[in-house]
């Protein structure tokens, strides 16, 4: 916190300062742009919000990430998050309109209702903190 305040007050300003962060400081030896990107869908997860876009326009939009020069505004990384993030509980609208496009092959169906089950059931299921011995 600054003087009182976040930084970073939305959710897509801070996963945009974890993306731009990770990939432009490499704080690992190999497999920034990878962990980064990673890092930053567990995050957007983590609090509800998937990051909607193909692997291609991630992974291009990570390659121009850490190729800029002067390096993308952490605001301008946000932007982008946010036109690709859908909340959790959207995802199966999100998915039929997909299927429907042809956009989804059937695997990708299979995924994304695991995907869709494993978040019901994290939902459901108490927090292991919360639980007495």
């Keep these: ?21 990770m990939v432009k400081n490499h704080p690992f030896r190999d497999g920034n742009k990878r962990m980064a990107l990673a ?7 983590a609090n509800g919000q998937l990051l909607n876009a193909s692997q291609d326009q991630k992974v291009q939009f990570v390659l121009e990430l850490a190729a800029s020069q002067p390096a993308t505004p952490v605001k301008e990384v946000a932007r982008w998050l946010r036109l690709h993030m ?12 997909q299927m429907q496009a042809g956009e989804l092959s059937e695997d990708d ?4 209702g695991r995907l869709e089950a494993a978040i019901d059931l994290a939902r459901r299921t ?7 011995d």
Excluded at 86 to 97: D, H
């Design 39 to 45: 890092a930053t869908e567990v995050f957007l997860l």
């Design 86 to 97: 859908t909340p959790l509980g959207q995802l199966s609208r999100v998915v039929r309109s």
């Design 1 to 21: 916190m600054f003087g009182g305040r976040y930084l970073h007050r939305t959710l897509a300003e801070k996963a945009g300062a974890l993306l731009r962060s």
């Design 126 to 132: 108490p927090n292991a903190t919360d639980a007495s």
């Design 109 to 112: 169906v299979e995924r994304l």
